[in-house]
């Protein structure tokens, strides 16, 4: 299919269409779904493109199953029908699918690391940390970070998350000591500086026909990624580009 939507100043590539499922690359500082700020978010966006395609009057059912923090970029994945997002919802509750991200972190990881935390989010503030020890409320959290290139005191790292906690990934990397460069929440991040976190990877079982489906999604070489354009080049072609990238006959 290749389709990339235009929506205001956002370019959305859909990089998969059927019945049942709708995948997309989310582009950064565009909301998940709709939030205070009142501005246009991709969950709406995405069932005004269902709407015009189909031609279907009136309220589009698109089953929102994972998120992806505001500034954060990358594959995401929608349910088009109520059985799949009931399969999928639980298929990203039990993480049986694989969900990787990469990340440019301040300083140098040098070997893998396995990072579990006690997170609290502040409900007020949206603020998530990690929590004191037996303190209520908190909520376990694990990942595993796996460093591919250090370049001028940065590391470009792949990360497989093990829990779906708020903001886990940039929380435990800065409790670490390794903020994520461009992070204005929990890290040394400046205004225009763009966060360095990217859903790059997403592997998961088609809800209805029971067949992995693998995409993939390159961040921008802007910011800190420009700095690591060899690894992340060799990253993606040995993944071939997402599978598969065009429009499924309705079942």
């Known amino acids: 299919m290749d389709e990339i939507l235009h929506a205001g100043k956002y370019e959305i590539p859909v990089l998969y269409l059927d019945n049942h499922l709708l995948v997309v690359v989310k582009p950064p500082n565009l909301p998940t779904q709709a939030d205070r700020s009142g501005d246009d978010d991709l969950l709406s966006i995405l069932k005004r493109y269902i709407g015009e395609r189909y031609n279907k009057p009136?309220?589009?059912?698109?089953?929102?199953?994972?998120?992806?923090?505001?500034?954060?970029?990358?594959?995401?994945?929608?349910?088009?029908?109520?059985k799949a997002a009931s399969r999928l919802s639980e298929t990203f509750r039990t993480h049986e699918q694989d969900r990787r991200y990469l990340a440019v972190t301040e300083g140098e990881i040098a070997s893998e690391m396995t990072l579990e935390d006690d997170l609290i989010k502040d409900g007020r503030t949206g603020m998530v940390r990690v929590a004191k020890s037996g303190e209520s409320g908190a909520k376990h959290a694990k990942l595993i970070t796996r460093p591919v290139a250090v370049r001028q005191g940065l590391t470009l790292t792949e990360v497989q998350l093990y829990t779906g906690r708020a903001h886990q990934i940039r929380v435990q990397h800065a409790h670490a000591g390794h903020p994520l460069w461009g992070d204005l929440r929990y890290g040394?991040?400046?205004?225009?500086?763009?966060?360095?976190?990217?859903?790059?990877?997403?592997?998961?079982?088609?809800?209805?026909?029971?067949?992995?489906?693998?995409?993939?999604?390159?961040?921008?070489?802007?910011?800190?990624?420009?700095?690591?354009?060899?690894?992340?080049?060799?990253m993606f072609a040995r993944t071939g580009g997402p599978s598969p990238a065009k429009e499924q006959r309705e079942e």
Do not use: C, N
């Open 58 to 82: 009136g309220a589009v059912y698109l089953g929102l199953v994972h998120r992806l923090d505001r500034p954060v970029g990358g594959v995401m994945v929608f349910a088009r029908t109520s």
């Open 188 to 234: 040394h991040g400046t205004p225009g500086h763009q966060i360095a976190l990217w859903a790059a990877f997403l592997s998961l079982e088609h809800p209805t026909r029971h067949e992995r489906l693998d995409f993939a999604s390159a961040p921008p070489a802007q910011g800190a990624w420009k700095l690591f354009q060899p690894e992340i080049g060799k």
